[in-house]
């Protein structure tokens, strides 16, 4: 069965539209797949990235456990060591606030007329003349 012009021409019109119609939906399934490649690729990145920062956030989980056991034994040496140390340094403090007395007490007026006096009885006692030593002495000139 022959075809007239107007069919013909209707056919090959329908054929160039199935054509275009075919390249258009193959090149759009050519950028899905690229588009589904790059969004895959995304994806795995994410899910790498993911496991490593939760690897990572493990490894920060057991350092803060190890660094807790650390501060733990290290409270308990401090407090076994303050129990032992105790006695020797309430005696150390004591003779602290001894000696920072005896020099307050030393530079007040009282202390130095005492100093001078046990100068004076230290020179009595050696027998030396701190006439000599006195009358040497020249005062610096301003």
Avoid: C
Avoid at 18 to 29: D, W
Avoid at 110 to 137: P, Q, R
């Amino acid at each position: 069965m022959p075809f007239t012009q107007d069919e013909a021409i209707r056919i090959k019109s329908d054929v160039e539209g199935l054509k275009h119609s075919t390249i258009s939906v193959l090149t759009a399934i050519g950028e899905s797949v690229t588009a589904q490649k790059e969004n895959t690729k995304m994806i795995t990145d994410l899910v790498i990235e993911l496991r490593e920062r939760d690897v990572r956030d493990e490894y920060r989980g057991k350092e803060i456990l190890v660094l807790d056991e650390k501060l733990d034994s290290l409270t308990n040496t401090v407090e076994n060591n303050k129990a032992e140390y105790v006695p020797a340094l309430t005696k150390l403090i004591a003779s602290q606030l001894w000696w920072d007395k005896f020099w307050d007490n030393a530079n007040s007026t009282w202390g130095k007329f005492a100093g001078v006096a046990i100068i004076l009885g230290v020179a009595y006692a050696l027998n030396i003349d701190l006439t000599k030593i006195v009358s040497s002495y020249q005062a610096p000139t301003p």
